[in-house]
C-alpha cells in the first residue's frame, strides 16, 4: 500500500485497492496455501522478486527457521491448534474477496499490472507531481502464471484469488479469461506490434545527441573538475543519457564568442593559408571535449560509437558576396563579415561550374575534414549548409534548392568522393515545412543525388511565435519519406533531425517551473514525432549553456538540458556569475533561477547534487532520457498508437459529456489540424459559433495567457494542411456552413468553408491520410484536415453538439475526431538490440493535467494495465 501510495494524485485511490487486493492478498494465501511461496510480488527490483509488502512476512519465515527448535514446536502446535478456526472462516474471507472486486470499479485509476507472457521487465516515469524524481522505477503487480520457474507458482493459485480477480479472470473453473477488469476512468488501448518493423527497409535509428558548439566547450571548461567530469557522464556515460550522435559547426556559428574562419586571407583559392592546426577549436576546447565524449561512448555502452557530422555557418567573408546588411562600401568586391547573406546564394560567382568560390568552398570542406582527422577525431558526415533558407543576422550562407543542388552535383560532391569517400553528406539542414520540396529538387537530378547520403531537418517553426518550436512539420517529414521513394531514392537515405532547442534564454532563467516541464514535453513528443515518421536520429542543439543561455555574440540566447552555474558548487569562492564569455547585459532580464535556493530548484525537478557540483540539470534532460537510454543505435520503431478507449461514450479523459485533460495549450495560432483517435480531451473539443460560422477552440499558452483560435480558410502552403488562425483575423478565419448529408438526419454532415478559393462542392473540410502510410502511428495516427471534394467519403463528418467532437468514419478501423496539433496521450515503441537479442521498449507521454489509464496490448495479447500521471513520461521495458 505505501508503495502504490507514493505516486502523487493516486494516494487515496492506491490505498483503496491495496486494501481491497493485498490485505486480501495475505489472508487468501495464509489460509489456502499457509505458504509464502503461492503468489510472488515485485517492486520491480532486479535483485530480487520481493517487494516492501512482502517484506514482513519473509522476515518471519526467516526468523521462524532458524528460532530454537523447543519454540519451533510450540509455534507448530499452536499454528495447528488454529487451523480449524482459520478453515471455518475460509467462507467468509472469500466474499470479502468478491465484495473488494466489486470497489475496483469504484477506482479511478489503474496500479501497473503485468500480464502472463510479457516478459515485463520495469516500468520508469518522470513527471511534474513528482519533480524531484527522476527515471523512477514503479511498482507493479506481476500475474503468477508469468514466473514459470516456480511450482508453486504454476501449479498451486488458485482461481478464486486475489490475483485471477484483479487480473481480469471471472474466478470460474473453467474460465481463464484476463481480459483486463475495467476501473473508475476508462482505459486507452495502446496498440503495439513488436512482429512487424514500421520502416523495414530503411536504415535503423542512429541514436541521439548534441552540438559541441564552442558556448558548449567553454561552459564545461568554466566547471570544476568534478563539475566537468559529472557533465560527460550526464550527457555520454552508462548511467547518463548515452549520447552517440554529435554535430559541430566548421567555422564560427551564433554560439561563439565572436566570428571566425581557418583562412582569412583573401582570393587564396588553393588555402594555402588554411590552418590545419584548427587552433581555434582546440584552444577553447571544443576538440577535447569531442575526443573525451567519444573515449566515454566506447567505454560505457557496448557496441556503440560516437558520429559527430559538421556543418558551416558561413564561409569566410572574402568567399561571400557584398549584402546591403553589413556592407556600407558598396565598392567592396566581397562582404565584409561572415554574418548576414546575400540572396538567393551567398558565394561569389554563385555555384555554376566556372565558379572559383563554390570550388574553394568545396576544398575548405575536404580541409577541414582532414585537419579534425589529424587531430584524432574522424568525422562521419557533413551538412552542405546550415539554415539555407535564412540570411541570419549571424553567421549565414544563403542558398535556395537550385543553387545547393548545383553546388553539391559541380563541386562538393567530387570533392569529397575523391578525398573522403566514408563521408556521409546530408543535404538542406532547415525547417521541416519546406523539407520535402528541398529533397525532391535534389534528389530528382541524378548529377547530384548520387553525392547524397541523407536530408538534415530542423524543428523551428520558422516564425517568431517560438512557442510553435516543435509543433509543426510532422505530416511533411512522412511527405518527405514519400519523395524520396517516388525519386527512387535507396531507402538507406538517412534524414536526422540535426538541430533543436528551445528560445529565449532558459528554463532555468525564467524560474517558472511550467515552462521547464512544457519544454521537457515539447522534446519528448518531437522526437517521438519524428521517428514515427521514418528518422534516423535527433541531436539538439548546445550541448550545455550558462544560466543565460549563451555565450552567444549576437544575442540568441536558449536553453539547453544542461546548464554551467559554477558560482553555485560547493566551496566555490570568488566566482562572478557571469562568466568573463558572457555579454557585459542580460539580455532577457533577471536570471531567476539564481534567486532559489538549492531546495527549491531541487523540488522543482533540478537536483541539489548536480547543482552542488555547478550544474543545473533541466527536465528536458531526464525526458530526453526516456527515450536515449534504451532506444539505443541499431533500434527500430515499431507500430504503436493511442487508440480510444473501448466504451464509445466514455474516452480516456471524459467520463461524460464534459472534455477532460485540462486546458488545452496548442489552442494557437499557427497549429497544424489533424485527426487522431478520439480521447474525449479538450483538444478535441470544438465550439460552433453558427451567428459568425467559426470553428473555435480555446486555451491557454505556456506562460498562462489565454488563447482563443479558430480554423483558417485556405490551407497553409508549406505544411499542406489546415492551421489554426486569430479569430479577430476575418479576412484569415474559415466561414463554414455544417450541410446534412442526409435532410430526414443530422447525424453526417459536409463542412463546408464558404469564404474558400476554391469552387463550390469541392470547398469542403476533408481528411487528408498521412504519406508513407503514416510510419509506425499508421493511418489513423495524424492525419491532416485540408479542403476538397464534398461529394468524398473523407468529406464526412459528424458534430456532436453535448461533447464539441468532430469525427470521421472515413477510416475502417475506428473513428478519428479533430484534433489540435496532437492528443494529450502519445505513444512510441521501438524493438531495440541488447546482449540477448532485442528488448522490446514502450514510451508513454501524457501532455494532461489529469492522469490516464492504459492497456497496452502486442497484437491481442494484453501485456500491461496502468496509469500515468499528468505530465509524465513512462518508459516500459519488456525482454
Given amino acids: 500500500s505505501g508503495l502504490m501510495g507514493d505516486r502523487t494524485g493516486k494516494n487515496t485511490q492506491y490505498q483503496k485497492v491495496s486494501q481491497a487486493t493485498y490485505d486480501a492478498l495475505d489472508d487468501d ?136 480477480w484483479l487480473f481480469g479472470g471471472t474466478g470460474s473453473d473453467a474460465d481463464d479469461d484476463t481480459t483486463p477488469i475495467e476501473y473508475g476512468m476508462p482505459s486507452a488501448q495502446i496498440q503495439v506490434n513488436f512482429d512487424q518493423m514500421a520502416h523495414p527497409k530503411r536504415q535503423p535509428i542512429l541514436g541521439f545527441g548534441g552540438a559541441f558548439t564552442e558556448a558548449s566547450a567553454l561552459n564545461l571548461k568554466s566547471l570544476n573538475p568534478q563539475g566537468q567530469q559529472a557533465v560527460m557522464e550526464l550527457l555520454f556515460g552508462s548511467t547518463g543519457l548515452g549520447y552517440t550522435l554529435g554535430r559541430v559547426h566548421m567555422n564560427s556559428c551564433d554560439f561563439c564568442v565572436e566570428s571566425y574562419s581557418f583562412d582569412d586571407i583573401d582570393q587564396d583559392f588553393d588555402l594555402q593559408h588554411f590552418d590545419m592546426d584548427v587552433t581555434h577549436d582546440v584552444e577553447c576546447g571544443m576538440m577535447d571535449f569531442m575526443l573525451q565524449a567519444s573515449q566515454l561512448v566506447t567505454k560505457s555502452w557496448k557496441h556503440s560509437e560516437m558520429k559527430i557530422m559538421a556543418s558551416p555557418w558561413s564561409p569566410p567573408a572574402w568567399m561571400k558576396q557584398p549584402t546591403g546588411y553589413e556592407d556600407k562600401n558598396t565598392s567592396w568586391l566581397h562582404a565584409e563579415t561572415m554574418t548576414f547573406s546575400a540572396e538567393p546564394v551567398c558565394l561569389l560567382e554563385g555555384t555554376g561550374p566556372g565558379s ?104 523551428y517553426a520558422g516564425g517568431m511565435d517560438r512557442l510553435l518550436d516543435g509543433a509543426l512539420g510532422s505530416p511533411n517529414m512522412h511527405r518527405l519519406v514519400s519523395i524520396l521513394r517516388q525519386n527512387n531514392v535507396s531507402p538507406d537515405h538517412l534524414i536526422l533531425g540535426s538541430e533543436a532547442c528551445h528560445c529565449p534564454s532558459t528554463g532555468y532563467a525564467g524560474g517558472d517551473i511550467r515552462v521547464g516541464w512544457d519544454r521537457a514535453e515539447r522534446y519528448a513528443h518531437t522526437i517521438l514525432a519524428d521517428l514515427a515518421a521514418g528518422s534516423n536520429g535527433w541531436v539538439e542543439w548546445n550541448l550545455i549553456l550558462d544560466a543565460y543561455g549563451g555565450p552567444n555574440h549576437l544575442g540568441n540566447m536558449c536553453d539547453s538540458p544542461l546548464l554551467a552555474v559554477p558560482y553555485r558548487a560547493k566551496g566555490a569562492h570568488n566566482i562572478s556569475k557571469r562568466a568573463y564569455f558572457e555579454a557585459e547585459d542580460e539580455p532577457f532580464g533577471n536570471t531567476n533561477g539564481d534567486d532559489r535556493t538549492r531546495e527549491e530548484l531541487n523540488a522543482f525537478g533540478m537536483p541539489a547534487e548536480f547543482l552542488d557540483l555547478g550544474v543545473v540539470v533541466q527536465p528536458m534532460y531526464y525526458y530526453m532520457g526516456h527515450i536515449s537510454r534504451y532506444v539505443r543505435p541499431g533500434s527500430r520503431a515499431v507500430p504503436a498508437l493511442v487508440n480510444q478507449a473501448n466504451n464509445n461514450i466514455r474516452r480516456t479523459f471524459r467520463g461524460g459529456d464534459t472534455a477532460g485533460g485540462g486546458i488545452n495549450n496548442l489552442a494557437r495560432n499557427g497549429i497544424e489540424i489533424t485527426t487522431w483517435p478520439c480521447e474525449g480531451s479538450t483538444r478535441q473539443l470544438w465550439h460552433y459559433i453558427p451567428q459568425k460560422g467559426y470553428l473555435q477552440v480555446n486555451g491557454h499558452d505556456w506562460l498562462g495567457k489565454p488563447t482563443t483560435s479558430c480554423i483558417g480558410k485556405t490551407p497553409d502552403t508549406s505544411l499542406k494542411g489546415m492551421t489554426l488562425t486569430s479569430c479577430q483575423q476575418d479576412a484569415d478565419v474559415g466561414v463554414l456552413e455544417i450541410k446534412p448529408l442526409d435532410e430526414k438526419s443530422s447525424d453526417s454532415v459536409n463542412i463546408v468553408v464558404t469564404n474558400s478559393q476554391e469552387e463550390d462542392g469541392y470547398n469542403c473540410l476533408v481528411v487528408k491520410p498521412l504519406e508513407n502510410g503514416g510510419g509506425s502511428l499508421g493511418s489513423r495516427g495524424g492525419s491532416q484536415v485540408t479542403i476538397g471534394d464534398c461529394s468524398k467519403s473523407e468529406a464526412k463528418w459528424n458534430l456532436d453538439e453535448n461533447t464539441g467532437e468532430i469525427t470521421s468514419h472515413y477510416f475502417e478501423d475506428e473513428d478519428v475526431c479533430v484534433t489540435t496539433g496532437w492528443p494529450f496521450l502519445q505513444v512510441g515503441a521501438f524493438l531495440t538490440p541488447n546482449a540477448d537479442g532485442h528488448q522490446k521498449v514502450v514510451v508513454i507521454l501524457n501532455e494532461a493535467d489529469e492522469p490516464a489509464n492504459f492497456i497496452v496490448r502486442d497484437n491481442d495479447q494484453v501485456l500491461v494495465t496502468s496509469s500515468i500521471r499528468p505530465h509524465a513520461i513512462q518508459t516500459l521495458l519488456f525482454d
Avoid at 37 to 58: G, I, L, Q, T
Avoid at 66 to 74: C, D, E, G, L, T
Avoid at 92 to 103: D, F, G, T, W, Y
Avoid at 407 to 433: C, M, T, W, Y
Wanted: aromatic letters at 12%.
Fill in 29 to 164: 494465501r495464509q489460509l489456502k496455501n499457509n505458504n509464502n511461496d503461492d503468489v510472488e510480488c515485485v517492486n520491480n527490483d532486479s535483485s530480487a522478486r520481493s517487494s516492501a509488502f512482502c517484506a514482513s512476512r519473509s522476515i518471519k519465515y526467516f526468523c521462524l527457521k532458524h528460532i530454537w527448535w523447543v519454540v519451533v514446536i510450540a509455534l507448530v502446535l499452536i499454528i495447528s491448534s488454529m487451523s480449524g478456526q482459520m478453515a471455518s472462516n475460509y467462507d467468509n474471507q472469500k466474499a470479502e474477496l468478491v465484495q473488494n472486486r466489486a470497489e475496483v470499479h469504484n477506482i479511478q485509476h489503474r496500479p501497473c499490472q503485468a500480464y502472463p507472457g510479457s516478459s515485463f521487465v520495469k516500468v520508469l516515469e518522470t513527471g511534474r507531481g513528482e519533480a524531484s524524481k527522476h527515471w523512477a522505477e514503479l511498482p507493479c503487480l506481476i500475474h503468477p502464471s508469468s514466473f514459470k520457474n516456480s511450482d508453486d507458482m504454476a501449479t498451486n493459485v488458485n482461481k478464486n484469488s486475489w490475483n485471477y
Fill in 356 to 459: 572559383r568560390y563554390a570550388k574553394t568552398w568545396a576544398l575548405y570542406f575536404d580541409k577541414f575534414i582532414t585537419a579534425y582527422k589529424n587531430k584524432g577525431l574522424s568525422l562521419f558526415a557533413v551538412t552542405v549548409q546550415n539554415e539555407p533558407e535564412f540570411p541570419a543576422p549571424w553567421e549565414a550562407c544563403a542558398y535556395d534548392p537550385d543553387n545547393e543542388r548545383d553546388f553539391v552535383a559541380n563541386f562538393l560532391g567530387p570533392q569529397l568522393r575523391e578525398s573522403h569517400p566514408e563521408i556521409q553528406l546530408l543535404v538542406f539542414d532547415h525547417n521541416k515545412d519546406h523539407a520535402p520540396e528541398w529533397a525532391d529538387t535534389i534528389m530528382s537530378s541524378k548529377e547530384a543525388s548520387k553525392y547524397v547520403n541523407g536530408t538534415a531537418v530542423h524543428w
